[in-house]
């Protein structure tokens, strides 16, 4: 009798606190389509080896949501610790985020400073 061997599958993913789904559109203003959804979060366990704990991360874009489990267009797997909410950002918004790691809550502050 020949042993077949077991399939092994390692546990691949990065888990998030503090996470946000961002709906990233043209503009603010005008009501259209989103662009892409990607996920903001704060790294607290990396079993891929790619981000250091506290890093934050914003993901490329989401292509599938199973509960807190967020499946990325570049094949990358992220856990959220709690439900995310959702904010809608504009894609200068986004840019701004990603070169500056500013987070959603920074954003909001941002919106609120420039409306007074």
């Given at each position: ?18 996470c946000?789904?961002?709906d ?9 389509d ?40 570049k ?42």
């Amino acid at each position: 009798m020949v042993m077949q061997p077991k399939e092994v599958f390692l546990l691949v993913e990065t888990y998030m606190t503090h996470c946000c789904l961002l709906d990233v559109v043209e503009d603010l203003q005008s009501a259209q389509d989103s662009l892409a959804s990607v996920l903001y979060g704060i790294v607290t366990e990396d079993t891929t080896a790619r981000f250091p704990i506290g890093f934050q991360v914003i993901t490329s874009p989401v292509v599938k949501r199973v509960g807190n489990k967020f499946y990325t267009k570049k094949g990358s797997v992220y856990c959220s610790d709690t439900e995310c909410k959702t904010l809608v950002v504009s894609l200068s918004e986004w840019h701004l985020m990603r070169i500056k790691t500013l987070s959603p809550a920074d954003i909001l502050s941002y919106r609120t400073n420039i409306s007074h």
